[in-house]
């Protein structure tokens, strides 16, 4: 029967049809075999999904994977490119769900089930079926480079033992390596090391020089250009004597595997088929990256929404996206989804005004069959008080009509403009959670442990190293470098470290860390008995460094359990780096009783999320545009796509707020200076007719009644002229 009829194919619409199969029916499948080489495929021509918010991408994107193996493709022969775990895990298992309900027969009447149930050998050299794997290459960007440089890395000169740096862990190494240039000790103000990484980051991400980085995205930096220069170069050659990546690492070594033409023949030999999530919110160095797996695009689908792309603090940018369709000999097809799932057509008929009014972009009308008489709601309130009452009253409204307090959330611009509704919702006993915090990997004692496994990974971690060492008592920074020089003088063999004499305070338990850190390098434990031995080892020094030790150790737990599921040491230690828990115990304090709560968010952290009541704080200009980001053109279009981003979650109930009045913050605490908002730039006018118009004064009523008038007692105005006589 016709490729288009096939059953997996019944439950799309039309367009998101036509993205799956785009391509694909006219491959030719007389050669293809499970397992065959790339040169044995014929294979689809590139293909950008535009697709709009709620149009079902991750559902599109699953479904074409799902087609592609149904095809005979060989799932290990695909590799699919995400920017979190989470949507990997779940575009591959709702992938693989679809391949189990279809799979039976193919149109020719061949099963297909032995084919994708028969054992296969992956890079770990297991065997296992391949239908348990689901797709062994999907993953992050950055997953992926590590394990691409893990097999390939040899051919361009890095160790292909080196451990990763967390963020924090590589601020550390740079400041450390800021203190040793003297740059902290300079008279006039220096970047602190989170900004000097930011640079660092922002320059190795947008491919661009030191100059154009400072006078883009730094300006207050710039006179410090040649200094920073150094300190990126001394920061390099601290990184490379200790075999270690920070995360911009991993992204530009496997650039520069691709630029060797030995190393990327090899990698593209590995993929038949890429395909790339949220493609608008690349760099330009995965831009280049993609470029270099796939030059003449044949089996590269991207799908994103360009009128979703908010993050260009993080050197991501659009034009990647909007430049995709011209970038190959053949232009790619571009298939635009534009059904939504998400929002009632009211909401959807402001989120296409909000955004129609954009000078660029991919043209797109999102449309809805859920109807509603229930326009969205822009609300003035007289200042940001008035609006933390007016906000807290609608939330308890729909609260009483039916609506969960987890099903509304309240976004905003900057995680600060919170401040006054917090306060308001904990007046009212309004329980609430704002997205945000302290991650796992950031809480000390998760650290500590983590960082005995890295030193037994890589023995030049000095970093690790320095933080172990000093867990013992009475072992300080000058110890724990001397440790570190006696080690380094030995080539770094752990073996020898039982032949330092540390300080007399710690001499107790220096050969039981000596007999650990040796136990581990050897590897002869399985990784869950490894985690197992050091949360023993560690268990005193938890007990003696931190308060709420039980607490903590529950954590410790948590990392054991999660070793199990990993297949090797440096796979856990990578994989925990780049996509770490979001809980610790560092967080810890009294259980929540309440069954619900409030969603706060910055719309940066709701994007990919809904709720069935949304309401946007301040959407004033200085707040939405930020007056931080209002340079240039390109900067007033993102926060436009932010806006949108933020209208775009609500499923039912949409309400913009926007305060009329802000009070100055440096003034005593009843102090009435302030300044008057206009409302956002991005609603103009011309568009108002699709919002319900709303006013609220907040406060109490006031008598305001002119009293009658009576006969004057005294003549005020002679007094005054009196004066001057």
Same mark, same amino acid.
């Given at each position: 029967?016709?490729? #288009?009829?096939?059953?997996?194919?019944?439950?799309?619409?039309?367009?998101?049809?036509?993205?799956?199969?785009?391509?694909?029916?006219?491959?030719?499948?007389?050669?293809?075999?499970? &397992?065959?080489?790339?040169?044995?495929?014929?294979?689809? &021509?590139?293909?950008?999904?535009?697709?709009?918010?709620?149009?079902?991408?991750?559902?599109?994107?699953?479904?074409?994977? @799902?087609?592609?193996?149904?095809?005979?493709?060989?799932?290990?022969?695909?590799?699919?490119?995400?920017?979190?775990?989470?949507?990997?895990?779940?575009?591959?298992?709702?992938?693989?769900?679809?391949?189990?309900?279809?799979?039976?027969?193919?149109?020719? &009447?061949?099963?297909?089930?032995?084919?994708?149930?028969?054992?296969?050998?992956?890079?770990?050299?297991?065997?296992?079926?391949?239908?348990?794997?689901?797709?062994?290459?999907?993953?992050?960007?950055?997953?992926? @480079?590590?394990?691409?440089?893990?097999?390939?890395?040899?051919? !361009?000169?890095?160790?292909?033992?080196?451990?990763?740096?967390?963020?924090?862990?590589?601020?550390?190494?740079?400041?450390?390596?800021?203190?040793?240039?003297?740059?902290?000790?300079?008279?006039?103000?220096?970047?602190?090391?989170?900004?000097?990484?930011?640079?660092?980051?922002?320059?190795?991400? @947008?491919?661009?020089?030191?100059?154009?980085?400072?006078?883009?995205?730094?300006?207050?930096?710039?006179?410090?250009?040649?200094?920073?220069?150094?300190?990126?170069?001394?920061?390099?050659?601290?990184?490379?004597?200790?075999?270690?990546?920070?995360?911009?690492?991993?992204?530009?070594?496997?650039?520069?595997?691709?630029?060797?033409?030995?190393?990327?023949?090899?990698?593209?030999?590995?993929?038949?088929?890429?395909?790339?999530?949220?493609?608008?919110?690349?760099?330009?160095?995965?831009?280049?990256?993609?470029?270099?797996?796939?030059?003449?695009?044949? &089996?590269?689908?991207?799908?994103?929404?360009?009128?979703?792309? !908010?993050?260009?603090?993080?050197?991501?940018?659009?034009?990647?996206?909007?430049?995709?369709?011209?970038?190959?000999?053949?232009?790619?097809?571009?298939?635009?989804?534009?059904?939504?799932?998400?929002?009632?057509?009211?909401?959807?008929?402001?989120?296409?005004?909000?955004?129609?009014?954009?000078?660029?972009?991919?043209?797109?009308?999102?449309?809805?069959?859920?109807?509603?008489?229930?326009?969205?709601?822009?609300?003035?309130?007289?200042?940001?008080?008035?609006?933390?009452?007016?906000?807290?009253?609608?939330?308890?409204?729909?609260?009483?009509?039916?609506?969960?307090?987890?099903?509304?959330?309240?976004?905003?611009?900057?995680?600060?403009?919170?401040?006054?509704?917090?306060?308001?919702?904990?007046?009212?006993?309004?329980?609430?959670?704002?997205?945000?915090?302290?991650?796992?990997?950031?809480?000390?004692?998760?650290?500590?442990?983590?960082?005995?496994?890295?030193?037994?990974?890589?023995?030049?971690?000095?970093?690790?190293?320095?933080?172990?060492?000093?867990?013992?008592?009475?072992?300080?920074?000058?110890?724990?470098?001397?440790?570190?020089?006696?080690?380094?003088?030995?080539?770094?063999?752990?073996?020898?470290?039982?032949?330092?004499?540390?300080?007399?305070?710690?001499?107790?338990?220096?050969?039981?860390?000596?007999?650990?850190?040796?136990?581990?390098?050897?590897?002869?434990?399985?990784?869950?008995?490894?985690?197992?031995?050091?949360?023993?080892?560690? #268990?005193?020094?938890?007990?003696?460094?931190?308060?709420?030790?039980?607490?903590?150790?529950?954590?410790?737990?948590?990392?054991?359990?999660?070793?199990?599921?990993?297949?090797?040491?440096?796979?856990?230690?990578?994989?925990?780096?780049?996509?770490?828990?979001?809980?610790?115990?560092?967080?810890?304090?009294?259980?929540?009783?309440?069954?619900?709560?409030? !969603?706060?968010?910055?719309?940066?952290?709701?994007?990919?999320?809904?709720?069935?009541?949304?309401?946007?704080?301040?959407?004033?200009?200085?707040?939405?545009?930020?007056?931080?980001?209002?340079?240039?053109?390109?900067?007033?279009?993102?926060?436009?796509?932010?806006?949108?981003?933020?209208?775009?979650?609500?499923?039912?109930?949409?309400?913009?707020?926007?305060?009329?009045?802000?009070?100055?913050?440096?003034?005593?605490?009843?102090?009435?200076?302030?300044?008057?908002?206009?409302?956002?730039?991005?609603?103009?006018?011309?568009?108002?007719?699709?919002?319900?118009?709303?006013?609220?004064?907040?406060?109490?009523?006031?008598?305001?009644?002119?009293?009658?008038?009576?006969?004057?007692?005294?003549?005020?105005?002679?007094?005054?002229?009196?004066?001057?006589?």
């Amino acid at each position: 029967m016709e490729e #288009q009829q096939h059953p997996c194919l019944e439950e799309l619409n039309a367009a998101q049809r036509a993205a799956v199969v785009h391509g694909l029916d006219d491959c030719d499948r007389s050669e293809r075999a499970f &397992g065959a080489t790339s040169q044995a495929v014929t294979l689809p &021509g590139p293909l950008l999904v535009v697709a709009g918010a709620g149009t079902g991408k991750t559902k599109t994107l699953a479904h074409r994977v @799902a087609y592609t193996i149904l095809r005979d493709a060989d799932p290990r022969r695909i590799l699919l490119l995400t920017f979190t775990r989470r949507a990997a895990r779940e575009m591959t298992t709702r992938a693989r769900r679809i391949c189990a309900t279809y799979t039976s027969r193919d149109r020719s &009447g061949t099963s297909l089930r032995g084919r994708v149930d028969e054992p296969s050998t992956v890079d770990d050299g297991s065997s296992r079926p391949s239908i348990e794997l689901a797709i062994p290459w999907s993953g992050t960007f950055h997953s992926i @480079a590590n394990r691409l440089l893990r097999l390939h890395g040899a051919t !361009i000169g890095l160790d292909p033992s080196f451990t990763v740096l967390d963020r924090a862990d590589a601020e550390d190494l740079l400041n450390l390596v800021r203190d040793e240039l003297g740059l902290a000790q300079r008279s006039t103000r220096f970047p602190k090391k989170a900004a000097c990484l930011a640079i660092y980051s922002h320059a190795v991400n @947008a491919q661009c020089a030191l100059a154009a980085t400072l006078a883009a995205a730094f300006p207050w930096c710039a006179a410090w250009s040649d200094e920073l220069r150094a300190l990126f170069q001394a920061y390099v050659d601290a990184k490379q004597a200790r075999n270690v990546l920070d995360y911009d690492d991993l992204l530009l070594y496997w650039h520069h595997l691709m630029a060797e033409p030995t190393a990327a023949a090899a990698v593209r030999r590995r993929f038949d088929h890429v395909l790339v999530d949220e493609y608008q919110d690349t760099n330009a160095l995965q831009a280049t990256i993609l470029h270099a797996l796939k030059p003449d695009g044949t &089996g590269l689908t991207v799908v994103g929404d360009d009128a979703q792309a !908010i993050f260009s603090f993080r050197a991501a940018t659009v034009g990647n996206m909007r430049e995709f369709p011209q970038r190959f000999t053949t232009p790619a097809a571009v298939v635009t989804l534009e059904e939504n799932y998400r929002s009632s057509q009211p909401i959807l008929d402001a989120c296409n005004a909000v955004i129609g009014l954009a000078s660029d972009g991919f043209a797109k009308r999102l449309f809805s069959s859920r109807r509603s008489r229930q326009k969205p709601v822009l609300a003035t309130t007289e200042d940001e008080a008035a609006q933390a009452e007016y906000v807290a009253e609608r939330v308890l409204e729909h609260r009483e009509a039916g609506i969960a307090l987890r099903r509304q959330a309240v976004l905003f611009r900057a995680a600060h403009h919170s401040d006054q509704l917090e306060v308001e919702l904990a007046r009212r006993n309004v329980p609430f959670v704002k997205f945000g915090g302290l991650k796992f990997l950031e809480a000390a004692h998760v650290k500590d442990l983590i960082c005995v496994l890295r030193w037994a990974e890589n023995p030049r971690d000095s970093l690790a190293a320095f933080r172990v060492l000093q867990l013992l008592p009475g072992m300080g920074p000058a110890g724990a470098r001397a440790a570190m020089t006696h080690l380094d003088a030995h080539h770094g063999d752990l073996r020898t470290l039982r032949r330092f004499t540390p300080p007399t305070s710690a001499a107790d338990d220096w050969s039981p860390l000596c007999a650990l850190v040796v136990a581990l390098h050897d590897g002869r434990m399985a990784l869950q008995e490894q985690v197992a031995a050091v949360r023993r080892w560690y #268990q005193p020094h938890l007990e003696r460094i931190y308060d709420a030790a039980r607490v903590r150790a529950g954590d410790l737990e948590q990392l054991e359990q999660l070793a199990a599921a990993h297949p090797s040491r440096e796979r856990f230690l990578t994989e925990l780096t780049l996509d770490p828990p979001s809980a610790s115990g560092d967080l810890a304090g009294a259980p929540h009783l309440d069954e619900d709560y409030l !969603i706060l968010s910055t719309i940066h952290s709701a994007k990919g999320q809904e709720w069935d009541v949304v309401y946007v704080l301040n959407v004033v200009d200085g707040c939405i545009p930020s007056d931080m980001a209002s340079g240039g053109a390109a900067e007033i279009e993102e926060e436009r796509r932010l806006l949108y981003v933020a209208m775009s979650r609500a499923r039912d109930h949409l309400c913009l707020v926007q305060p009329l009045r802000f009070y100055a913050r440096e003034q005593h605490r009843h102090g009435a200076r302030h300044v008057y908002a206009p409302r956002t730039r991005f609603l103009p006018d011309a568009i108002l007719d699709v919002f319900e118009r709303r006013a609220h004064a907040g406060g109490e009523p006031c008598n305001d009644t002119p009293t009658p008038p009576e006969a004057p007692r005294i003549d005020a105005a002679a007094r005054v002229r009196a004066m001057w006589k």
